[in-house]
């Protein structure tokens, strides 16, 4: 992969794939923390952030209303 390749790359696997940073490591070979440094500086960053950050609040939810719900019958 070139130098630059990457970053193309990265940015559609999160974007696009909705991969994590770490899925974007394992398959690009480059570092969590430059990973992040670089999605930092992209539009739509921040408001892809709190949108998972919504997701997996609204999936814990679930998830634990279903544990509830199992321990109770």
């Known amino acids: ?3 630059t390749d990457w970053k ?3 940015a559609s696997l999160f974007f696009r794939q909705g991969k ?3 899925e974007i ?3 690009t070979g480059v570092s969590r923390k430059t990973l992040s440094f670089y999605l930092q500086t992209l539009p ?3 408001e ?3 949108r998972r950050k919504q997701e997996n609040r609204r999936k814990r939810k679930e998830y634990q209303r279903e ?3 199992a321990m109770s019958e």
């Open 44 to 46: 739509g960053y921040t």
């Open 1 to 3: 992969m070139k130098k």
């Open 20 to 22: 994590s940073l770490v």
């Open 25 to 27: 490591a394992d398959l």
């Open 8 to 10: 193309q790359e990265a």
């Open 67 to 69: 544990i509830s719900e």
């Open 48 to 50: 892809e952030r709190e």
